[in-house]
């Protein structure tokens, strides 16, 4: 082969082939140390690429938790209200005040507040309580009409009303015998059957 009269890309193509086989020849005969460097190298960057993608998924649960610490404050004042509603301890003390300033505000005469053993229900505690009041007719209505706005839930059953001529009760017309039932939360729910 002659290189004096080959072609100026000649050169080149050959200058090129003989650079790659150079530098395969020095990668292949390259002392064992450097490859050992190549896969520590290699190894560092993907424990590097780990922790990255770990710092990542930590800044984003950062930036969500302002938003839990809200919604956690949003959910505690719900469960506030919620206890109004369906308290967890019977507070028959606060009842007995709220009912006897309404029976005042009524006209009416509370004549018995008994409450009766708690029944137990699969969700609820149910609390009844045994009342008498005497009165007149329409402050009966009025005074069960304020005991349905009340906060908590609390159901007026078996109401029985019979005419009075009480004279300790100025113009008393009716005495009323009813059982009002509040409820209570349960929070030592029973275990599900079947270990569910």
């Given at each position: 082969?002659?290189?004096?009269?080959?072609?100026?890309?000649?050169?080149?193509?050959?200058?090129l082939?003989?650079?790659?086989?150079?530098?395969?020849?020095?990668?292949?005969?390259?002392?064992?140390?450097?490859?050992?460097?190549?896969?520590?190298?290699?190894?560092?960057?993907?424990?590097?690429?780990?922790?990255e993608?770990?710092?990542?998924?930590?800044?984003?649960?950062?930036?969500?938790?302002d938003?839990?610490?809200?919604?956690?404050?949003?959910?505690?004042?719900?469960?506030?209200?919620?206890?109004?509603?369906?308290?967890t301890?019977?507070?028959l003390?606060?009842?007995?005040?709220?009912?006897?300033?309404l029976?005042?505000?009524?006209?009416?005469?509370?004549?018995?507040?008994?409450?009766?053993?708690?029944?137990?229900?699969?969700?609820?505690?149910?609390?009844?309580?045994?009342m008498?009041?005497?009165?007149?007719?329409?402050?009966?209505?009025?005074?069960?009409?304020?005991?349905?706005?009340?906060?908590r839930?609390?159901?007026?059953?078996?109401?029985?009303?019979?005419?009075?001529?009480?004279?300790?009760?100025?113009?008393?017309?009716?005495?009323?015998?009813?059982?009002?039932k509040?409820?209570?939360?349960?929070?030592?729910?029973?275990?599900?059957?079947?270990?569910?």
């Amino acid at each position: 082969m002659d290189f004096k009269n080959m072609p100026w890309w000649g050169h080149l193509l050959l200058a090129l082939a003989v650079t790659a086989a150079l530098v395969w020849s020095q990668y292949q005969w390259a002392p064992a140390g450097l490859n050992e460097k190549k896969v520590k190298v290699a190894d560092l960057q993907k424990k590097l690429d780990d922790k990255e993608s770990r710092i990542r998924v930590g800044r984003r649960a950062v930036a969500k938790l302002d938003e839990l610490e809200r919604d956690i404050a949003a959910l505690e004042l719900k469960l506030v209200d919620l206890k109004r509603i369906l308290p967890t301890e019977p507070e028959l003390g606060d009842l007995l005040k709220w009912i006897k300033s309404l029976a005042d505000q009524a006209n009416l005469d509370l004549r018995l507040f008994n409450p009766q053993p708690l029944q137990e229900g699969e969700l609820l505690k149910e609390q009844p309580i045994k009342m008498d009041v005497v009165g007149r007719y329409h402050q009966l209505g009025v005074f069960f009409d304020r005991i349905s706005k009340h906060a908590r839930i609390i159901n007026v059953e078996g109401v029985s009303i019979q005419a009075t001529r009480d004279q300790s009760v100025r113009d008393a017309t009716v005495a009323a015998s009813f059982v009002a039932k509040t409820f209570i939360f349960r929070e030592d729910q029973p275990a599900a059957e079947g270990g569910e």
